[in-house]
């Protein structure tokens, strides 16, 4: 191997390396960057699209000055990016990062907040903040978070004004960790939903909130188990609950409503994700999936949010459609935008 193609080697891998620690840090930050609505040119997809592009240039044996330049570049860019994502990490400047993002108007810091576990394992635990009014009947927000069930926390991925935003209407508010693939699977997940939500409704009174007054909220991967929940009575059952301790579910932007559709459909960026968390059994796809339980009984009201991400649209559609069709009061509301 000569100079010129040891450096390509070196740069081609630097390049990899450094897009996978991009790419994990652009997920476990995803809810924040878009609650927050960051608009950043740096996008997954087409890192993808750079590394795939690379690979084909250094196999066909294109090796031109211009090329060399391109991927040393590209690799600044992305040192950049992980850098400055690295110093945000929590316990860091993630808080100061985002506040810089909001034009300059500090978020809230609510008062009250209180870390309880639900369960024995380290991530079976929540955040939960009273309402700023004072009313110990006040209804219950409890939110999922995000990150493609093998990622994301309570305390990154729930994004920056959740909490001051819906204690300051009147509601209490809180936020789950669940266990993640692959340690764990996307049952154990869904049962992590619903034994949190058994957590807070048997010290309701300790907490100051109305046990008949809980909607159930998740974002992306959190919208599937919030979904499933709402459709599935099991692992409320489980939980010695049923669809009467919701008062409704609430999933934003979720596109594996489906899971067989979305894994034959959806983008080629998720797919060996959507493999690996609901593996490649048709009958486990099928139990999997919120739309396909979506016949009665159901939980009493759905509220569907999507942006126009292709996919989260038509896995949204069909949901809406399917508890339409059983009965179930149903709202869907989209917004302009896409988080790719």
């Known amino acids: 191997m000569n100079e010129v193609e040891e450096l390509e080697t070196?740069?081609?891998?630097?390049?990899?390396?450094?897009f996978t620690k991009?790419?994990?840090?652009?997920?476990?930050?995803?809810?924040?960057?878009?609650d927050n609505q960051i608009q950043s040119d740096f996008r997954v997809g087409k890192f993808n699209k750079l590394i795939e592009k690379a690979r084909e240039e250094f196999a066909q044996g294109k090796r031109s000055r211009?090329?060399?330049?391109?991927?040393?570049?590209?690799?600044?860019?992305?040192?950049?990016?992980?850098?400055?994502?690295?110093?945000?990490?929590?316990?860091g400047r993630l808080s100061e990062w985002l506040v810089g993002r909001h034009d300059g108007v500090?978020?809230?810091?609510?008062?009250?907040?209180q870390t309880m576990?639900?369960?024995?394992?380290?991530?079976?635990?929540?955040?939960?903040?009273?309402?700023?009014?004072g009313n110990r009947r006040a209804p219950l927000v409890l939110f999922v978070h995000g990150g493609g069930w093998k990622r994301g926390s309570k305390d990154t991925a729930d994004g920056s004004w959740k909490a001051p935003h819906y204690i300051g209407l009147g509601y209490a508010y809180a936020s789950i960790n669940?266990?993640?693939v692959p340690n764990s699977t996307v049952e154990d997940e869904a049962a992590d939903v619903a034994a949190a939500l058994r957590y807070l409704i048997d010290h309701a009174d300790q907490l100051s909130f109305?046990?008949?007054?809980?909607?159930?909220?998740?974002?992306?991967?959190?919208?599937?188990?919030?979904?499933?929940?709402?459709?599935?009575?099991?692992?409320?059952?489980?939980?010695?609950?049923?669809?009467?301790?919701?008062?409704?579910?609430?999933?934003?932007?979720?596109?594996?409503?489906?899971?067989?559709?979305?894994?034959?459909?959806?983008?080629?960026?998720m797919h060996d994700t959507y493999i690996q968390v609901f593996g490649e059994d048709p009958a486990r796809q099928h139990a999997l999936s919120p739309t396909l339980h979506a016949q009665v009984p159901n939980a009493p009201a759905f509220l569907i949010i999507h942006v126009?991400?292709?996919?989260?649209?038509?896995?949204?559609?069909?949901?809406?459609?399917?508890?339409?069709?059983?009965?179930?009061?149903?709202?869907?509301?989209?917004?302009?935008?896409?988080?790719?």
């Not at 070196?10 to 450094?18: D, G, Q, S």
């Not at 500090?106 to 907040?113: A, D």
């Not at 599937?224 to 932007?253: C, M, N, R, W």
């Open 10 to 18: 070196r740069v081609r891998n630097l390049l990899e390396e450094e």
């Open 22 to 34: 991009f790419r994990d840090w652009f997920f476990e930050l995803e809810n924040d960057l878009w």
């Open 66 to 91: 211009v090329m060399r330049k391109s991927i040393v570049l590209s690799c600044a860019v992305l040192a950049l990016v992980v850098g400055n994502l690295a110093e945000a990490r929590p316990g």
């Open 106 to 113: 500090q978020v809230p810091q609510p008062r009250g907040k």
């Open 117 to 133: 576990a639900y369960g024995t394992n380290n991530l079976q635990q929540f955040d939960f903040y009273p309402t700023t009014n």
């Open 178 to 180: 669940y266990r993640l």
């Open 210 to 269: 109305d046990p008949g007054r809980i909607v159930i909220m998740g974002h992306s991967a959190g919208a599937h188990l919030v979904a499933l929940v709402g459709t599935d009575e099991q692992y409320l059952k489980h939980a010695g609950l049923s669809f009467a301790s919701i008062a409704g579910v609430l999933p934003i932007d979720g596109a594996a409503y489906d899971v067989s559709r979305q894994i034959k459909e959806g983008n080629d960026f």
């Open 308 to 340: 126009q991400r292709t996919d989260g649209v038509a896995q949204s559609k069909e949901l809406e459609a399917s508890l339409k069709q059983a009965g179930t009061p149903v709202e869907r509301q989209e917004f302009p935008g896409t988080w790719a």
